[in-house]
């Protein structure tokens, strides 16, 4: 069975209505599986307020997110947080929601520089488990008006709640962009590279690096967006701060720019690899030491090796490895391990409660968090 | 503002509370004569005083840990307290709660410049985190205008804003993890060093949690390195709908300031004659300030200064030097000094959608004269959140009252037109029992629930945040 409420009502209405666990999607391209009827958000959908002078869009749930990117992109404007598309990566099909965004606080390279979802994330509405229809933030980007359900319904992956609408605070495009390209560096040098990049005044707004490279050599990216003048002499710079580690060269053709970033983004370097895929965040220091322990048959580097994607043999338990290392990792695909790492202790206690809280009859993607 | 009526076994049992509590804590870092407790009756928000069963101030977790399981098992209630400078009373103690300062505990625990991090005690001012990396050439972004004296941990607890969070953020923006102290005593890390988290976003609901989830004892905090130059202009306008609509303008065209500051008539008549800045005299005025590299700067007040002269300004200065810089920031930054020299006053902290603020100076005008206090406006344009300061005399019998009735009204208005009532200075009990002007009774219950998973007995903070009577079972049930 398959529920897709129109709207908020309907929405609150199937899940008072709920007999047993539902589970919950845009339109599913994020892999995210559960037992229970599907209830699918894709029905509600559009842009209900967008105000480019004061940086806010407001959207259903269900609205497509390229809807989102188009409108926002007529005005000169775009969400900062560059979210990736999972459709290569997981052979999914169907358009990627803003909800499903939300829910899976989905975000790209610019992390390190723009924030989370959650960081551009200023207001949500969503009905809990109980069928009531709540609301939390609102459409300003400052608010400390009680306490910050928002950031804790992005990332939730619906089990706190169905979100029905959500809001945002958007940043202007950029005029220019120029990536340094660094090639051959090793991992530990290319973590120190991208850490220079990231402690240097020049706005790096995105830090890559691949071992294995589009034709199987090293690559270290870095990446500058603004004003064209100043893109170009940030570049520079930072070519000069990084030459004793390797030579650069600096990318400025828009369509070539646009199309690495979109690989490191979705990373397509795995598309069509069989095993699993897994998503790493650890302190970027530790990304070098972590990389060597994995066994991995490739892996990507982003948010200057703060994040780690790997793509592992199935059955090779990941968690195992990082043990003493902190971060966390999740399985994006695959189907052996659990795909959040469990929490332990006083916080496992916590979440479960929270879960139970807004969620008592577990009904919401049960299991899926813990 | 109503507060709780202590409660008598509390209060008689004082002495063996004070003694359990200094038998797990230092000599000295038990505070019960009443002369000494009196420094904690209040915080910035002078207006309501009463001083607390006693004050500690433990100097680590594990101290804190040991003080908050005494009072879980005596059941007393307990208020922390960053550096005390809440504007809306977040640190209020009442007769029957042990005040937990954390002002002992200053200390910089690591800096990591290579993770771009620092982890500190959250005693630790806000301004004294980017004194412990500025030499390397890095800061902490979120900039509170009390930032010379308030603490991380009440930033933390009230997700603390400041002028530049147009571009940098707010604090929950820039925290990466905390060590916190549960009410049973227990010890959680959420968090650190790496980015997001692998559960549910923790950090995020204790961010701006008014100190009413946990005691957070340590944060570990995003620094940035300092950008290459930043500049301002000033611009004056003979009307507040035109600043207002110069502002919308300037975020349309794609530039992103770090900052836009708004003063209107009264607030730069007051400033001038504190301060002397020689602001121009006009209607409103802004300061716009942005950052980068000089082609940056250039290339953006280029923008900037076009789209001023289609609102036909009556002074635009852009600063050619730190001097000027510093002049034009000098009133800006000395505004609520000067207003203070004027009368008592108190602060609003409501914010607007951007597109409001035009009709929202009108309406703050009009109130200002049916209830006959005078207000100044000053505030972060850009992000909509409003600063009104209402002026009134705090000897005069009925004027507190009257201002706190304006104040509401204008609050309410926020709500209104798509806002809120708080955007960085939080609810405490200030705008506690508004709350229900922005929520309904279900989205309090839903809030109200978070906080019964983290302290089911209401035992900390209880009587801020929510309307005293939606909390009133709960706090019973303790």
């Known amino acids: 069975m398959s529920l897709k409420p129109r709207d908020e009502k309907q929405l609150s209405e199937a899940i008072a209505a709920a007999k047993g666990p539902l589970r919950i999607v845009g339109n599913g391209t994020r892999g995210v599986m559960c037992e229970g009827d599907v209830l699918t958000t894709a029905a509600m959908s559009g842009i209900s307020l967008y105000e480019p002078g004061a940086l806010t869009v407001v959207a259903a749930a269900g609205t497509p997110l390229a809807e989102i990117e188009a409108a926002l992109a007529a005005e000169g404007q775009r969400l900062p947080f560059e979210p990736m598309d999972h459709r290569g990566l997981l052979g999914t099909k169907g358009e990627p929601t803003i909800g499903g965004v939300v829910a899976a606080n989905i975000s790209g390279p610019r992390r390190v520089q723009a924030g989370a979802c959650r960081d551009s994330l200023i207001g949500v509405r969503f009905v809990d488990g109980r069928g009531d229809v709540l609301k939390n933030g609102g459409r300003v980007m400052k608010n400390v008006t009680g306490y910050d359900l928002v950031k804790l319904m992005a990332g939730a992956h619906g089990t706190l709640g169905v979100i029905s609408e959500v809001a945002f605070k958007v940043l202007p495009d950029v005029a220019a962009t120029a990536v340094l390209l660094i090639n051959g560096l090793s991992d530990a040098d290319a973590v120190l590279a991208m850490s220079r990049a990231l402690g240097s005044p020049y706005e790096v707004s995105g830090a890559a690096h691949t071992p294995n490279g589009i034709d199987g050599h090293p690559v270290t990216m870095i990446r500058m967006e603004g004003f064209k003048a100043s893109v170009a002499y940030r570049a520079e710079q930072l070519r000069v701060l990084l030459a004793d580690l390797g030579e650069g060269v600096i990318e400025t053709d828009p369509a070539r720019v646009s199309a690495g970033w979109k690989w490191v983004r979705d990373v397509e370097a795995f598309d069509g690899h069989e095993g699993n895929v897994w998503r790493i965040s650890v302190k970027p220091s530790d990304a070098p030491q972590v990389v060597a322990g994995l066994g991995a048959n490739a892996v990507l580097l982003d948010w200057g090796g703060g994040l780690i994607w790997a793509l592992m043999p199935q059955g090779a338990d990941m968690r195992a490895k990082m043990r003493d290392v902190r971060g966390h990792a999740t399985l994006v695909r695959g189907t052996d391990f659990s795909r959040f790492q469990p929490e332990v202790g006083p916080l496992a206690s916590i979440s479960a409660g929270l879960r139970a809280q807004f969620d008592p009859r577990g009904i919401l993607n049960a299991g899926l968090m813990g | ?405 304006f104040g509401a009204d204008v609050l309410r208005l926020c709500v209104e037109v798509g806002g809120c009532l708080t955007g960085e200075h939080g609810v405490g009990i200030e705008k506690r029992d508004l709350m229900v002007d922005q929520f309904n009774g279900v989205d309090l219950e839903a809030q109200l629930r978070v906080k019964d998973v983290f302290d089911p007995k209401w035992l900390l903070n209880p009587a801020k945040v929510f309307p005293l009577d939606a909390s009133a079972s709960r706090r019973a049930s303790q």
């Open chain 2, 1 to 405: 503002m109503e507060m709780p009526k202590p409660d008598d076994a509390i209060l008689a049992n004082k002495a063996q509370i004070v003694a359990r509590l200094q038998s797990v804590l230092p000599n000295g870092a038990v505070i019960s004569v009443e002369a000494e407790t009196k420094a904690y009756e209040c915080d910035a928000l002078s207006a309501y005083r009463c001083p607390p069963l006693c004050a500690v101030l433990p100097t680590n977790t594990e101290e804190v840990s040991a003080v908050l399981k005494i009072c879980h098992d005596m059941g007393v209630p307990v208020v922390p307290r960053g550096a005390g400078t809440s504007l809306a009373g977040g640190a209020l103690p009442t007769a029957d709660s042990v005040i937990l300062g954390v002002a002992r505990m200053s200390d910089v625990l690591e800096t990591d410049y290579d993770n771009r991090i620092i982890r500190v005690q959250s005693g630790r001012t806000n301004l004294s985190v980017t004194g412990a990396v500025e030499e390397e050439g890095f800061f902490y972004a979120p900039d509170p205008s009390s930032q010379l004296a308030c603490a991380i941990a009440g930033n933390i607890a009230m997700n603390s804003g400041g002028a530049h969070c147009l571009k940098y953020g707010v604090t929950t923006n820039n925290l990466l993890g905390v060590v916190m102290v549960l009410m049973d005593g227990s010890v959680v890390e959420v968090g650190g060093a790496h980015l997001d988290a692998g559960g549910l976003d923790l950090l995020g609901l204790i961010c701006g949690s008014e100190g009413q989830l946990g005691v957070v004892t340590e944060a570990t905090l995003k620094i940035l390195p300092k950008p290459e130059g930043a500049r301002p202009v000033l611009i004056g306008f003979d009307s507040n709908e035109v600043a207002g609509a110069c502002v919308s303008d300037i975020i349309k065209a794609g530039v992103l300031p770090v900052a836009i500051e708004f003063m209107d008539r009264p607030c730069i008549e007051a400033t001038e004659a504190f301060a002397h800045a020689g602001y121009p005299e006009c209607e409103a005025l802004l300061i716009v300030e942005v950052e980068g590299s000089d082609a940056e700067i250039d290339a953006q007040l280029e923008v900037i200064t076009a789209i001023a002269e289609q609102h036909n300004p009556v002074e635009l200065r852009q600063s050619k030097s730190e001097e000027e810089s510093a002049k034009i920031w000098l009133g800006r930054k000395s505004a609520f000094g000067a207003m203070g020299q004027i009368n008592d006053y108190m602060c609003l902290d409501g914010t607007i959608p951007v597109s409001a603020l035009p009709y929202v100076l009108k309406r703050i005008g009009e109130m200002s004269t049916e209830y006959g206090l005078d207000v100044g406006n000053v505030f972060h344009a850009g992000d909509g959140n409003m600063h009104p300061l209402i002026l009134y005399d705090a000897n005069k019998p009925g004027d507190l009252e009257k201002c706190e009735a």
